[in-house]
């Protein structure tokens, strides 16, 4: 019984939280758009530090650096956000130096502290980027598409069908099978979406970027599996009945997001 609880609670937190996903992306001006990615960056890093550092001091340092960068995505002009990462990776090499004089308070495992900043913040604001090009909320449409239907085809996939352990170290519960029937649900999702949506893109060209972007959902999933792996911890938080964290949610979303950003550049480019 409390699986089936489980269960339904997952289908009302993942229809209530892509509903507010999708008014946030189609409907929401930029600054409010803005401020909605800040929220959910703030979240994500929050919970990381929650369940990886128990010091204060890196908690502030981490979110507010992490925060800073995504500021960087949308008052500053690309050029510039080189220098501010120069500058957040900066600080962040002195407070380990100084961090290491004191022998009590060295943290062993402080490249986590680069991990949460670098991978986290930077490749999720590519999103504000990547809604500012022409036809940009579509592509984004395309993404959560691909990304959501791989997640729920590999869930399902794995539990009706599955027996080979895909990476039994990291993740016991998925496998093979869930993996192989999640990108055939990725394609699937991302031909149908694009018919309507995007019928100007190659399928040539949507079968390929599907794959791919179903491999980096899986990937991203796989490295947050890692970091609770390391922290010894079965979800990322409790804020999301059903799912866990928000981390949790977002992981799939961390490597696709500036991927594809960087993909539509050259495609329209080209």
């Not at 579509?138 to 990304?147: A, G, K, N, Q, Y």
């Not at 997640?151 to 352990?165: E, I, L, M």
């Not at 093979?176 to 018919?195: D, H, K, M, T």
């Amino acid at each position: 019984m409390d699986k089936e609880k489980d269960h339904q609670h997952r289908w009302i937190t993942g229809v209530v939280g892509l509903t507010v996903v999708l008014l946030a992306v189609g409907y929401c001006p930029k600054p409010i758009f803005f401020l909605f990615t800040i929220l959910v960056n703030f979240l994500v890093l929050k919970e990381y530090y929650d369940f990886s550092f128990s010091d204060q001091h890196h908690k502030f340092l981490g979110i507010g650096l992490g925060l800073a960068l995504t500021e960087g995505f949308y008052f500053s002009q690309k050029a510039d956000l080189v220098a501010i990462m120069a500058g957040i990776g900066l600080l962040l090499c002195f407070f380990s130096i100084v961090q290491f004089q004191n022998k009590r308070t060295a943290d062993p495992d402080f490249g986590n502290q680069l991990i949460s900043v670098f991978i986290i913040s930077f490749f999720l604001s590519h999103v504000i980027w990547l809604r500012d090009l022409t036809e940009g909320k579509p592509w984004i449409f395309l993404l959560f598409s691909v990304v959501f239907a791989g997640d729920t085809f590999a869930f399902y996939g794995g539990k009706f069908w599955g027996h080979r352990k895909l990476a039994p170290q990291i993740s016991p519960g998925k496998t093979v099978e869930g993996a192989v029937i999640g990108l055939i649900g990725s394609c699937l999702s991302g031909l149908l979406f694009a018919i309507f949506f995007l019928p100007d893109i190659s399928k040539t060209v949507l079968i390929p970027l599907s794959i791919i972007l179903g491999i980096l959902g899986q990937l991203g999933d796989l490295w947050e599996s890692i970091l609770k792996r390391k922290a010894m911890v079965k979800d990322s938080g409790g804020l999301l009945p059903g799912h866990g964290g928000f981390l949790d949610r977002v992981d799939s979303l961390l490597f696709t997001i500036p991927f594809l950003y960087y993909f539509v550049l050259f495609y329209k480019g080209s």
